[in-house]
């Protein structure tokens, strides 16, 4: 019998519209380049923020630390663009969507507050250091040829989440929700 593994990490999710104006974005990537498979399922978009471990059993310990270190992470509303696709070459291929250069450097402060809150929760062996903020649409047999403009897909941050993705299943269990600070008027 396989074992389950259990993947822990803080991600974005997009609302309902953002998720569909990513979807067409997929259509535009399949189109261009072609997907192994049906490519990811609109349910599942989503942003890793940073990745905290892959485990046999749900890591009780892992999630009341992550959720500490959510709940001290403040900070407020944060608003994005994705504006191209490209693919990362190496793997799989992932076929993605990439942040514009413009609203990039303020999705790397946001990820750069999180990342300190978890290494003051005693993640700091674990995290990733570096963040290529994207959004994967699927998956093909080469990487793309050049990058793609796609019209702009502006993204309304609104909370920061903990996911737990049950590997090879499609599930995504949300283990806390964390809203972010709305920006005075």
Not at 35 to 49: E, K
Not at 55 to 69: L, N
Request: aromatic content about 10%.
């Amino acid at each position: 019998m396989e074992q389950q593994i259990h993947r822990l990490f803080f991600a974005l999710l997009p609302d309902t519209a953002t998720r569909a104006a990513i979807a067409d974005a997929a259509g535009v990537a399949r189109a261009a380049h072609g997907f192994r498979g049906a490519g990811i399922d609109v349910s599942r978009y989503h942003m890793t923020l940073q990745f905290l471990g892959d485990f046999p059993a749900a890591p009780h310990a892992e999630i009341e630390r992550a959720k500490t270190a959510a709940a001290s992470f403040k900070t407020e509303t944060l608003q994005f663009t994705l504006d191209r696709i490209v693919s990362f070459g190496r793997g799989r291929f992932p076929c993605v969507l990439r942040a514009s250069a413009q609203t990039e450097p303020a999705l790397r402060m946001f990820w750069q507050r999180l990342y300190f809150a978890l290494i003051r929760a005693g993640f700091s062996h674990k995290l990733e250091r570096g963040f290529a903020p994207h959004v994967t649409l699927g998956y093909g047999d080469a990487p793309l040829g050049r990058e793609l403009p796609i019209a702009p897909i502006t993204w309304q941050v609104r909370e920061c989440v903990l996911l737990e993705s049950l590997v090879g299943h499609s599930i995504y269990n949300t283990l806390g929700r964390w809203p972010l600070q709305q920006t005075p008027a």
